[in-house]
Nanobody
Framework: VQLVESGGGLVQAGGSLRLSCAAS????????IGWFRQPPGKERGFVATINWSGGSTYYADSVKGRFTISRDNAKNTAYQQMNRLEYDDTAVYYC???????????????????WGKGNLVNVSS
């Protein structure tokens, strides 16, 4: 499965962006999809995950109520709507796919099977 992120860019604090994660090479419908981010000088960390059917979602505490993860299996694409962006949301955002049995496992970097190359989100204060 190849994953390609898009939709990042520069935005002012308080603004919104929607990231997309397009899968190709093989259908991603059987995989849980996770979004992770890596701020400058820091380790990559969990943001949100959605199970293969789209029926279950999990979020990091820092983004609950502001970010929404979703997926459209017919389009082989996952999304992350990011509202009320904050300066600390500045990071390279990665989408990843996991064939783990339980969707919550797809919140761990080491469990993910496939990764995109990342997309920069830069929030100005």
């Amino acid at each position: 499965v190849q994953l390609v992120e898009s939709g990042g860019g520069l935005v002012q604090a308080g603004g919104s962006l929607r990231l997309s994660c397009a899968a190709s090479g093989r259908t991603a419908s059987g995989y849980h999809i996770g979004w992770f981010r890596q701020p400058p000088g820091k380790e990559r960390g969990f943001v949100a995950t959605i199970n293969w059917s789209g029926g279950s979602t999990y979020y990091a505490d820092s983004v609950k109520g502001r970010f929404t993860i979703s997926r459209d299996n017919a389009k082989n694409t996952a999304y992350q709507q990011m509202n009320r962006l904050e300066y600390d949301d500045t990071a390279v955002y990665y989408c990843a796919a996991s064939g783990a049995k339980r969707p919550l496992e797809a919140s761990r970097v080491g469990v993910m099977d496939y990764w995109g190359k990342g997309n920069l989100v830069n929030v100005s204060s």
